[in-house]
């Protein structure tokens, strides 16, 4: 198989796999994002800090 | 290479042939056929599919190497982190008799002071060192709002200091609302308010019972027309507390915010959280109806069915991703409001966690908070670590009054996790 990845939107736009092995659905967050969504307890929820 | 210790592997329900890999390191997800599982065991992936997996967090050299990776992990964070990210408690009285605030016997007439203020404000300018390249200030309470004239002044100071050292700079806050007005906002936005997280604790007459006016008298109109009036101006994150007894009236509230114009596209995030408790040296008496750890059934329940909720009427909120605490990231301090300095808010008044003073700096380093408490071989091997990396302190505190060892939150995520994951690749994904 030449090229078996196929990315979210071309998965949703065929409705499948066709013939590929890997659909990436979510490509995932840097460690840049993980500091953006930092949590902080301000009792009875959490914000971004 | 071999396949990592932070990859959960789900059923497709859409397809027998095929599973989600979803990575709680990267909050990478993967549709695939299941023939690529044992292409991984054997040694029989392309390069193509090689280099995709291991990118986006899947395959691992090994996992000794894997391991030494995780314990970096928040090292390597603080050592790329430019932001600046201060929280300043304004005061800790309300005009709201909420029943379950976490302040709880803390609240009361304790107002900041100009004095304090102007330290705050040296504190803040002293720790802008070079390399920060954004200053945010979040102001909270009790109600900062309360606090607004002292507010100004020190967002008008902020600023110029942000201008002068040529950093961005950003202004939230944390309020019930009932004082967020447009012509307040309008004030605050020209020293850089971007944004104000809001608490509606469900449906009319659910909110008025939680959060009644302390000269009595429901604020959920009042909270929804200022919502309603500067949702434009800024970003609003709406949040709710619930309770086991009413969390399944939260649903009748985002129909109603549908139904008065506060639609998706004017609302930055929409997240409900169970009420956590308090000890009971400071627990408000009426508190009932609260938990003490994210473990319990009930939670899971009602955590799935409000975020659908939210999800399918098209409102924003987080996606599942790794998580860290404020505490463990050095550029973040909480500040009460006679200027003694904490890592926490829920740990206010309580001595022994003093970090600091605004006058003096940070005296203290923060190991009183036991920091790495999950470097250990439990948690490192542990499939979830990345998205508690010990869980919540201030929780595990109250809970057993001590903060040795970690507040697990395994089996939430193992009755969770699948359904969280689910939710935000049909939604989420489906949208990006």
């Known amino acids: ?49 | 290479m071999k396949i990592s210790q932070y990859c959960l592997i789900y059923p497709d329900s859409n397809n027998a042939d095929s599973v989600v890999l979803f990575s709680t390191k990267k909050a990478s997800a993967i549709l695939v056929d299941k023939s690529i599982l044992t292409d991984i065991k054997n040694g029989g992936l392309g390069e193509e599919e090689r280099v995709t997996l291991a990118d986006l967090g899947f395959l691992v050299e090994t996992d000794e190497e894997e391991k030494q990776e995780l314990l970096r992990y928040i090292d390597e964070l603080n050592e790329i982190d430019t932001k600046l990210s201060v929280i300043v408690a304004m005061n800790l009285d309300c005009n709201l008799a909420c029943t379950y605030r976490f302040e709880g016997r803390r609240k009361g007439k304790h107002y900041m002071s100009p004095e304090t203020a102007g330290h705050v404000i040296d504190f803040i300018q002293n720790n802008l060192t070079k390399d920060r390249e954004l200053l945010n200030v979040t102001f909270y309470g009790g109600e900062p709002l309360l606090s607004t004239e002292l507010i100004l002044s020190m967002a008008k100071r902020l600023k110029g200091i942000a201008e002068t050292k040529g950093i961005d700079f950003g202004l939230q806050f944390v309020s019930n609302g009932t004082l967020l007005t447009p012509s307040v906002v309008e004030k605050l936005k020209l020293f850089g308010l971007k944004e104000a997280s809001i608490t509606l604790d469900g449906p009319e007459a659910v909110h008025n019972l939680s959060r009644p006016y302390k000269m009595g008298g429901g604020s959920f109109k009042k909270i929804v027309g200022n919502i309603k009036a500067v949702c434009g101006m800024i970003d609003i994150n709406i949040g709710g507390n619930f309770t086991e007894a009413n969390y399944r009236e939260f649903p009748r509230l985002l129909d109603y915010l549908l139904a008065e114009g506060i639609t998706p596209d004017r609302v930055a995030n929409v997240k409900f959280d169970p009420v956590f408790g308090e000890t009971s040296e400071y627990a408000p008496r009426e508190m009932t109806g609260a938990c003490l750890t994210p473990n319990e059934p009930w939670v899971f329940e009602a955590g799935i069915m409000l975020r659908e909720e939210v999800m399918k009427r098209g409102f924003k909120t987080g996606g599942i991703q790794p998580v860290v605490c404020a505490i463990d990231l050095n550029n973040r301090h909480i500040i009460n409001y006679d200027g003694s300095m904490y890592k926490c808010t829920g740990f206010f008044d309580r001595k022994d966690f003093i970090t600091g003073n605004v006058k003096s700096g940070v005296t203290n380093n923060s190991s009183m908070y036991n920091l790495d408490n999950w470097k250990n071989e439990e948690c490192l091997s542990c499939k979830f670590l990345p998205l508690c990396f010990g869980g919540c302190r201030y929780m595990k505190y109250v809970r057993d009054g001590n903060i040795s060892g970690v507040d697990c939150k395994k089996p939430y995520y193992e009755a969770c996790l699948e359904v969280l994951v689910k939710q935000d690749l049909r939604y989420l994904a489906s949208n990006s």
């Open chain 1, 1 to 49: 198989m030449k090229c078996s990845i196929i990315f979210i939107s071309e998965y949703f736009l065929t409705g499948g796999y066709m013939n590929k092995k890997i659909a990436v659905l979510k490509k995932g967050v840097t460690k840049k994002d993980v500091l953006m969504r930092t949590c902080c307890h301000t009792g009875t929820a959490n914000i971004r800090v």
